[in-house]
């Protein structure tokens, strides 16, 4: 929600949350930006007319507003439903968004598709009513690529959500067999994402005996829903599983390069989205 550092009449600092008001409280300061950054900004704005809103007053004229947030394209085409956690307010297509900032006055003239969290978005914008910047031609594209995938009509979500449910029965499948087997199953990370997926799955400690990861901040702890403990990356070399569950799947490969030594005892990861896979 763009927590703002301020400095007020009497020179001492405080924080304020980003809206209308505080944009009218900038400006009347002389506080206006040539550059306004929102990074992962965007999806946490409970008040999003409000905050687009301000974006305008606190732009100064000939100004640009650039914004990067996860594409909801690829967040349904990969079914990075695990994504979807409370910290999120919204899940933006490029046309809503060009929508929502056209209203307030801003036009999108740009925009870049980036690899981040799964697939994102970064926007360009500037004032409506000052002479236009060329306007890219991944504008249009991009918007004629939404509606030929499907983002304007309902059907895509209905099967959004039976491509979740399936997600769901493929790992409970593999877990009930890998158990069966008497194999060792440990997670990697604690990330937000992770506890969506393991508590939708209604996976608890039976399924998995632990996970690990690298922050101290979060070993000794639990998974909060599941109750499954969180121990250092240590534990792995130590205790060496069957397979390791790789929860923060977006960084998959920068993990199962730290880990590679747990093809040693013939260890393998699991990835569960956007489908199941095993890798050895």
């Not at 007319?49 to 996860?70: C, H, Q, S, W, Y």
């Not at 918007?143 to 030929?148: C, P, Q, S, V």
């Not at 979500?157 to 029965?169: L, P, S, T």
């Not at 070993?219 to 070399?237: A, C, D, K, N, V």
Request: proline share 6%; aromatic share 10%; glycine share 8%.
């Amino acid at each position: 929600m763009l927590p703002v550092l301020l400095k007020n009449p009497v020179s001492r600092l405080s924080f304020a949350f980003f809206g209308t008001a505080l944009a009218r409280e900038l400006a009347q300061q002389s506080m206006c930006a040539d550059l306004l950054v929102g990074n992962n900004v965007l999806a946490h704005v409970p008040d999003l007319n409000d905050f687009v809103a301000g974006l305008k007053i606190a732009l100064k004229r000939g100004g640009i507003i650039t914004m990067e947030f996860p594409h909801l394209a690829r967040l349904i085409a990969e079914c990075q439903f695990d994504t979807i956690y409370h910290e999120h307010f919204s899940y933006f297509s490029f046309a809503t968004v060009n929508k929502i900032f056209q209203y307030h006055g801003l036009q999108l003239f740009d925009v870049e598709e980036l690899p981040t969290h799964g697939g994102s978005l970064r926007i360009f914008a500037q004032h409506s009513e000052e002479p236009p910047r060329a306007v890219s031609t991944r504008v249009d594209a991009l918007l004629e690529r939404e509606r030929a995938e499907g983002l304007h009509d309902l059907s895509t979500y209905v099967r959004f959500g039976e491509a979740i449910r399936e997600v769901k029965r493929a790992l409970l499948d593999f877990l009930i067999r890998a158990k069966r087997e008497n194999k060792r199953i440990c997670g990697y990370g604690a990330p937000a994402k992770g506890n969506t997926l393991l508590n939708y799955c209604g996976v608890r400690g039976d399924f998995l005996d632990f996970t690990v990861d690298r922050s101290p901040h979060k070993q000794g702890l639990f998974l909060p829903g599941t109750h499954i403990p969180i121990s250092s990356p240590e534990r792995i070399q130590t205790e060496k599983p069957d397979y390791v569950l790789i929860l923060p799947w977006n960084l998959r490969g920068e993990i199962m390069e730290q880990l590679v030594f747990i093809r040693e005892w013939g260890g393998r990861f699991v990835v569960p989205i956007p489908r199941l896979e095993l890798v050895a």
